[in-house]
C-alpha cells in the first residue's frame, strides 16, 4: 500500500523557474527521501533527510520536513529541461527500516 | 560500484510459460527488493529479502515467487501469469540496519514485462 501522496500530480514550469513538489505521509518516519526517475527508467535518489532535521540542501535540491503535519517538500531551484522526470517520496515504517513505500508522485515537465 | 543488474531488460512470455527475472548487486547490500510498477503508478513494494530471508511479502499472488540464492542475487520466478501483471519489474538493494540514519535503496533500470 502506498504511504506517501504527493501533490501537485504534475506541475509544468519554464526553464530558469523553480519547482515545488510537496508529500504527505500517514505513519511515524525514520526518515523521508526523495527519488526521480526519467520515463521507463530506474529511480534515482536524490536527497534523504532525518526526522529530526527541518531541512537539507544538495546542489539545486532544498527538502524541507514537518513531522508534526506528516508532510515534505521539494524545491528545485532554476530548473532546467533535463530536470524532466518524474519525482517521487518515499518513507519508511518507524519500525521496519526496509519497508520502503513510495508516494503517488510528481510529474515535471521543464520546458525550454 | 553502485549498480544494479537486472535482466532481462524486457520479456514477452505466456500466459501458461514459466519465467525468470534476474538481480545482481556487488555493492555488499544486505537487503533487496522487489516492486512492481505500472504506468505512471509509484512503485509498489512486492518482497524485500533481508539477509537472505524473506522478511516482507506484500500479499503477493503465488504466481510470482522470489528467490534469494545468496546476498548478491535475488531472482523472480514468474508462472501462469495475467495480462493484468504487465508492467515494469524493479529490483533494488540496501545497506541494512542503518534504522534512524537512513536507509538508501540503489534500484536497478528494470525488467519490462508483457504478458500475452
Known amino acids: 500500500s502506498q504511504q506517501g501522496e504527493e501533490d501537485p500530480q504534475a506541475l509544468s514550469i519554464q526553464e530558469g523557474e523553480n519547482a515545488t513538489m510537496n508529500c504527505s505521509y500517514k505513519?511515524?518516519?525514520?526518515?523521508l527521501q526523495w527519488y526521480r526517475q526519467n520515463s521507463g527508467r530506474g529511480l534515482v535518489h536524490l536527497i534523504l533527510?532525518?526526522?529530526?532535521?527541518r531541512e537539507k540542501h544538495s546542489g539545486r535540491l532544498r527538502v524541507t520536513l514537518d513531522t508534526s503535519k506528516k508532510s515534505s517538500s521539494l524545491l528545485i531551484t532554476a530548473s532546467r529541461a533535463a530536470d524532466t522526470a518524474s519525482y517521487f517520496c518515499?518513507?519508511?515504517?518507524?519500525?521496519?527500516?526496509?519497508?520502503?513505500?513510495f508516494g503517488a508522485g510528481t510529474r515535471l515537465t521543464v520546458k525550454p | 560500484d553502485t549498480e544494479v543488474t537486472q535482466t532481462p531488460k524486457h520479456l514477452v512470455m505466456g500466459m501458461t510459460n514459466k519465467k525468470s527475472l534476474k538481480c545482481e548487486q556487488h555493492m555488499g547490500h544486505r537487503a533487496m527488493y522487489w516492486y512492481k510498477q505500472k504506468a505512471k503508478k509509484p512503485p509498489e513494494l512486492m518482497f524485500v529479502y533481508s539477509y537472505e530471508k524473506l522478511s516482507i511479502n506484500e500479499s503477493v499472488p503465488s504466481r510470482f515467487s522470489p528467490e534469494c540464492p545468496n546476498s548478491s542475487l535475488l531472482n523472480l520466478h514468474l508462472h501462469a501469469l495475467q495480462p493484468e501483471d504487465s508492467a515494469l519489474y524493479l529490483c533494488?538493494?540496501?545497506?541494512?540496519?542503518?534504522?534512524?540514519?537512513?536507509?538508501?535503496?540503489?534500484f536497478g533500470e528494470g525488467s519490462w514485462l508483457t504478458v500475452v
Open positions: 518515499a518513507t519508511d515504517a518507524s519500525r521496519l527500516w526496509d519497508d520502503m513505500r
Open positions: 505513519t511515524s518516519i525514520n526518515n
Open positions: 533494488a538493494s540496501s545497506l541494512p540496519g542503518q534504522g534512524p540514519s537512513g536507509n538508501t535503496i540503489y
Open positions: 533527510i532525518r526526522s529530526n532535521e
